[in-house]
């Protein structure tokens, strides 16, 4: 494994990734996931976090739905591990709101979804909802919460990002970082064998090929130019992934953590033996399934052009 993906890995080790749950109290018309039954409790939840720390050590945990906030003992969880000195990011829609539930707002990322200006975002996740999300994140603000946004980039709102982040910056009284997530393009959609739900299409179209060249090259984006998105990742049927959106195991939260940290090391070592790109800090599926292949080389030769 050469030097720069080993260093980035042992960092990304110290940062769990954790899906409870795949229901949500939205339906929005571009979701891709399917919303599957089995919930993780919080002793699950906390079992597996310990195994992991007689292992390796955790700085970070990230949590993302489905909708966290809908479950009723979900902020008792957060205050457990900001309790233990680890620092909590939500992955949140920003309309069920239990911020004063939460004790240590500085130990606490919320990155809320909002999917560009308020005609775009209310099409996707229904009418209201972008001034509850907005409200939801100035309030965190207030409370002294760490804050970012996380935004589905389509054909429709792209032309209008710019004002997006204009409004967000006046609305905030100030920048919030976003981070853009073009809309999960064909290849993925198609092939991936779970989360292969398309949604609705009209007026929620794909970029193009050029609008994603466009957008990665000029953005924060996910899964990042770079890649480097693995981590350990269990979810909410007690499968740990190498990814937050993988497609095949490593394992269940019920094995030994060197092993599960053994088949990611495996993945990794795979995706280098095929890889062709250079100044990539890896990918946990050398299949590639998130669907960008055919445009990280000609981002990456103009971005370090």
């Known amino acids: 494994?050469?030097?720069?993906?080993?260093?980035?890995?042992?960092?990304?080790?110290?940062?769990?990734?954790?899906?409870?749950?795949?229901?949500?109290?939205?339906?929005?018309?571009?979701?891709?996931?399917?919303?599957t039954s089995p919930i993780l409790s919080n002793t699950e939840i906390e079992h597996f976090v310990s195994r992991y720390r007689e292992t390796q050590p955790v700085d970070t945990i990230t949590f993302c739905g489905g909708e966290v906030f809908t479950l009723r003992s979900f902020p008792s969880l957060v205050n457990t591990f900001t309790d233990q000195g680890i620092f909590v990011q939500i992955i949140t829609n920003g309309t069920v709101d239990k911020l004063d539930q939460l004790k240590k707002p500085n130990f606490v990322n919320l990155i809320v979804s909002l999917d560009g200006l308020e005609r775009f975002h209310d099409a996707n996740r229904g009418e209201g909802?972008?001034?509850?999300?907005?409200?939801?994140?100035?309030?965190?603000?207030?409370?002294?919460?760490?804050?970012e946004v996380f935004s589905i980039v389509t054909h429709q709102n792209m032309p209008h990002i710019d004002?997006?982040?204009?409004?967000?910056?006046?609305?905030?009284?100030?920048?919030?970082?976003?981070?853009?997530?073009?809309?999960?393009p064909p290849a993925y959609l198609m092939h991936h064998p779970i989360s292969n739900v398309w949604g609705e299409t009209h007026g929620f179209d794909f970029l193009t090929k050029q609008e994603m060249i466009r957008v990665m090259k000029e953005r924060?984006?996910?899964?990042?130019?770079?890649?480097?998105?693995?981590?350990?990742?269990?979810?909410?049927?007690?499968?740990?992934?190498?990814?937050?959106?993988g497609v095949f195991p490593i394992g269940t939260m019920t094995d030994d953590i060197p092993l599960l940290i053994d088949k990611l090391t495996e993945r990794l070592n795979a995706w280098e033996k095929s890889n062709t790109m250079e100044k990539c800090l890896g990918c946990s599926q050398h299949e590639f399934m998130c669907g960008i292949r055919e445009y990280l080389k000609e981002v990456q030769a103009t971005s370090h052009a």
């Not at 990734?17 to 929005?28: A, T």
């Not at 909802?129 to 207030?142: H, Q, V, W």
């Not at 997006?164 to 809309?183: D, I, M, Q």
Request: glycine share 6%; with cysteine; hydrophobic share 35%.
């Open 1 to 35: 494994m050469k030097q720069d993906i080993q260093q980035h890995f042992q960092q990304v080790l110290r940062h769990l990734y954790i899906n409870p749950l795949e229901k949500c109290n939205l339906n929005c018309k571009v979701c891709y996931t399917k919303k």
């Open 129 to 147: 909802n972008f001034a509850i999300s907005t409200s939801f994140l100035k309030k965190a603000c207030s409370m002294g919460f760490h804050t």
């Open 163 to 184: 004002a997006f982040e204009g409004y967000l910056a006046e609305y905030l009284e100030g920048p919030v970082p976003v981070t853009y997530h073009p809309r999960k």
């Open 220 to 245: 924060n984006v996910f899964p990042p130019k770079n890649l480097g998105c693995y981590q350990v990742a269990l979810v909410s049927d007690g499968r740990v992934f190498g990814c937050c959106e």
